[in-house]
């Protein structure tokens, strides 16, 4: 009886190590599964939604990206605090020389919407860009106004307040449209300009998309302006733009390829500007932009960042048009392609 008890106490010794192996091996088969990099990015919150389907499908190393914008996006990466910025602005010439030695590199495109709260109003009014430039400027204050009506036939538009909303932060997005507003309104050119963080007249700041989009939903009468990922998922009506070929375009798929054909070459410092495109691109949508990456050309972690950026251009293009992403021109690619290079350790 005692020798039996042994053999069985020896059989769950031996069980019991077998077990205790089989786990180790599995974790330290997950561990070795798990990427070896970490990235770490900040800014663009208009970019969000598509690096946020490149973190969950890109495995070579895990990237780490906060939603802030592209103000701390372009702060972030010339301090070093992060591996690399987003900015849906090009940087200007202060901001390359105190990011001591940067690049910036287009990797995704998409549109600024403008969206609107208005109750029992339905989807796609119409409107022009100098009537969104009026309304930023105060000069456009009730959603009645003849101009409105004129453009919208047979819409009961209300004799009710419109009040502009708009990012607080320094953002990229407030860079596009302001792009665009200085383009076809010398009023608002001249009064406001075009920049990340501009002072407006009038209105209601909020931080971030997702910032202005709850003020807005919370503001009947409301008009705000982010990125068409942001109207589509918080469900908020949107306009559709006159574009300069005198049609109204909304900000699709279509229309944001028609009006990034525009771009024939990409000058040496990759920053380019598409809104209000030609009259021979009918179908365009008049406030579209390129969004940029902003990596430090001297860095330990440059293989691994151009592995991910080249990965980004290419196969990443894919998650983008679910999202009213459109993947970037084959001449853009080839430029960023060469300005990976740049990267080195």
């Not at 383009?183 to 920049?195: D, L």
């Amino acid at each position: 009886m005692q020798r039996r008890r042994r053999l069985i106490a020896a059989c769950g010794v031996v069980a019991a190590v077998i077990v205790a192996a089989s786990v180790a091996a599995a974790t330290s088969s997950a561990s070795s599964a798990r990427p070896a990099t970490t990235l770490k990015g900040t800014g663009s919150s208009f970019v969000f939604p598509l690096v946020s389907q490149w973190q969950a499908n890109y495995k070579k190393a895990d990237v780490s990206y906060n939603s802030t914008s592209s103000g701390t996006g372009i702060a972030s990466i010339s301090t070093r605090q992060v591996d690399f910025g987003a900015s849906d602005a090009p940087m200007t010439p202060d901001e390359f020389s105190n990011c001591h030695g940067c690049v910036q590199i287009p990797w995704a495109l998409s549109a600024s919407s403008i969206m609107y709260n208005l109750n029992g109003v339905k989807n796609n009014l119409k409107i022009t860009g100098p009537l969104i430039a009026d309304i930023y400027l105060g000069t456009l204050t009730r959603w009645n106004d003849r101009r409105l009506t004129k453009l919208n036939p047979g819409v009961n538009l209300p004799n009710e307040k419109i009040t502009p909303i708009f990012r607080s932060d320094a953002s990229g997005t407030s860079y596009n449209v302001t792009d665009y507003l200085s383009r076809v309104s010398p009023a608002f050119k001249r009064r406001i300009g075009r920049g990340t963080q501009v002072n407006f007249p009038t209105g209601v700041g909020g931080k971030g998309s997702s910032g202005v989009s709850a003020v807005l939903k919370q503001t009947n009468g409301g008009i705000a302006y982010a990125d068409i990922a942001y109207a589509l998922k918080n469900h908020l009506n949107f306009f559709r733009v006159k574009n300069k070929s005198g049609k109204f375009a909304g900000p699709g798929l279509a229309s944001i390829a028609a009006a990034a054909s525009t771009v024939k070459r990409v000058p040496a410092g990759n920053e380019m500007h598409i809104v209000n495109p030609p009259k021979s691109k009918p179908i365009a949508y008049p406030i579209c932009t390129f969004t940029y990456v902003i990596i430090p050309l001297k860095t330990s972690k440059a293989a691994d960042l151009r592995a991910f950026v080249a990965w980004a251009i290419t196969t990443g293009q894919t998650y983008g048009p679910k999202l009213k992403f459109v993947p970037i021109p084959k001449v853009v690619r080839q430029a960023d392609v060469k300005s990976l290079k740049r990267i080195k350790s």
